[in-house]
């Protein structure tokens, strides 16, 4: 069984980095078909997705215009999981923030538990 | 970015209803096309993957039609349990967008 464990400070000042992990058990990291990705949810927009990374042949990511330049998603093969970084940081980006997998469909199968992050000084 | 519209944005019903609920793309996504049902304080949870396929284990009350723009979700029969709030979510092209999810209560 997968299962996605979230870790992770739930508050960050603004201007600072917003920083997340997702641990990975029961899946590994690097298999071929699947894509690790964010998604955040608030009120006012909803769910986002906000990017992904994942491995074919050689690593890569990709990110959601709204975020892209602030935002990193990286592998951490020694230890299956992944991070996420959001750079400058407002108000604006408070929300839930959550950690998904696919597996060849583009569907988020498994999700982790959510992480609110508030961004106040 | 590709916009999902759902409608109604909220909904009442009782045990036993059949409830539908629309989603519709602002291009055409083919067959690009899931379903989430989530419930306060959760994750979401994928009940619907490729328009119509149940995932494992979801009941086959729930089902999904619809091509191109147009798609559709429908409970047969409404459970105490499904009372929830239910997402489309488009992957025709990224970003991988929602709609803005329909709450389903109990009448």
């Known amino acids: 069984q997968v299962q996605l464990q979230q870790s992770g400070p739930g508050l960050v000042e603004p201007s600072q980095t917003l920083s997340l992990t997702c641990a990975i058990s029961?899946?590994?990291?690097?298999?071929?078909?699947?894509?690790w990705n964010w998604i955040r949810q608030s009120p006012s927009r909803g769910l986002e997705w906000l990017g992904r990374t994942h491995y074919r042949s050689k690593w890569s990511s990709d990110y959601a215009i709204s975020v892209r330049g602030r935002i990193i998603i990286k592998p951490d093969t020694s230890k299956n999981q992944f991070s996420l970084q959001l750079n400058s940081v407002t108000p604006e980006d408070t929300a839930v923030y959550y950690c998904a997998r696919t597996d060849i469909v583009v569907a988020f199968d498994y999700w982790g538990q959510g992480t609110l992050v508030t961004v106040s000084s | 970015d590709i916009q999902m519209t759902q409608s109604p944005s909220s909904l009442s019903a009782s045990v036993g209803d059949r409830v539908t609920i629309t989603c519709q793309a602002s291009?055409?996504?083919?067959?690009?096309l899931n379903w989430y049902q989530q419930k306060p304080g959760k994750a979401p949870k994928l009940l619907i993957y490729d328009v119509a396929n149940l995932e494992t284990g979801i009941p086959s009350r729930f089902s999904g039609s619809g091509s191109g723009t147009d798609f559709t979700f429908t409970i047969s029969s409404l459970q105490p349990e499904d009372f929830a709030t239910y997402y489309c979510q488009q992957y025709g092209s990224p970003p991988y967008t929602f709609g803005q999810g329909t709450k389903l209560e109990i009448k």
């Open positions: 291009q055409d996504i083919t067959n690009y």
């Open positions: 029961g899946d590994s990291i690097s298999r071929n078909s699947v894509t």
